[in-house]
C-alpha cells in the first residue's frame, strides 16, 4: 500500500472571482472507468464500484448522469434502463428494477454524497451524457447537475466531461471555475484552450493518431486524459508519453505497473 500513499491526488484550484483556475496534476493517472467495478464483479456506476475506487486511492473515478423525464439525474450510462428509455421515463418507473447487487439506480445526489464520504483524495469524474431529445434538453441536464453539484458543496471534488461539446460550454459559462475535458476527440489541444476547456479525456487511439498532442496540451497547460485502457502494453505507451490520466477498467492493472515502474 506504499505506493497508494505516494500517489494520492491533488489538484489545486487558483481563482479570483470568476477568473479561470489553473490546475495541477498528480503524480498518479488512475482514473477508475464507472467505478472500480470488475475486479469485485460488481455493477458498473453501482455506488459499491464508486466506493471500491475511492479504497483504492485511484486519482479519479468516472461515472455517466442522465436526466429522466421528470428532471431526475440519474447514474446510467446507456440511454435504456432494463428496457426503459431513460429520458422518456418517469424516475419511479426507473426505480421499479434494482441493479445486480440489490441497489437501487442511484440518483446525482445519492451518488456525489456516498462519493464525499470517507474520500480524502478520489475526484469524481461527471461525464454528462448528450441527449437523444435535443440540445436545449442537454443544456438543462448540464444546469441541473450542476446546481445540484453545487448544492452539495462539491465543486472542488468534481470534474465534468462530455462527448457534447455544448454541454462543456454550458458549464464554463456557469462558472469558468470549472474543470472540464472533451471527449470526441476532433478538437485540436489550441482550440480547446481557445474555448475555455481544460483538458482532453480522448480514446488513447486518437492519440496514436496524434502523437504530438500530448505534449501540445502540456504547452497549452491543459489536461491529457486517455479513455478507456484495459490492456498493460498500452497503458505503458501512455505512460511514457507522459500523460495526465489513464481511464481504466483494470484499475489494479495499473496501479501494478505503476508499482513495477518505480521499483
Known sequence: MKLLAVVSFTVLLYACGNAKKAVRKSANPVVAHRGAWKENNLPENSIASLRQAIALHCAGTEFDVRMTADDSLVINHDPVFHGL??????????????????????????????????????????????????????????????????????GNKVQYISFDYDILLTLEQL????????????????????????????????YQKHPEWIKELKAQRLIANAWTVNESKDMLVLLGSGIDYITTNEPGLLFSLLKERQQ
Open 85 to 154: 428509455k431513460i429520458e422518456a421515463s418517469a424516475y419511479a418507473d426507473l426505480v421499479k428494477t434494482t441493479l445486480a447487487n440489490g441497489e437501487k439506480l442511484p440518483t446525482l445526489y445519492e451518488y456525489i454524497t456516498a462519493g464525499l464520504q470517507e474520500n480524502t483524495g478520489t475526484t469524481l469524474v461527471v461525464e454528462i451524457k448528450p441527449s437523444d431529445i435535443d440540445k436545449a434538453h442537454a443544456a438543462a441536464a448540464a444546469r441541473k447537475v450542476y446546481n445540484t453539484i453545487t448544492a452539495l458543496h462539491a
Open 175 to 206: 462558472n469558468k471555475r470549472v474543470i472540464t475535458q472533451y471527449l470526441n476527440g476532433d478538437k485540436s489541444p489550441v482550440q480547446l484552450k481557445a474555448d475555455g476547456i481544460d483538458g482532453a479525456d480522448y480514446h488513447f487511439s486518437v
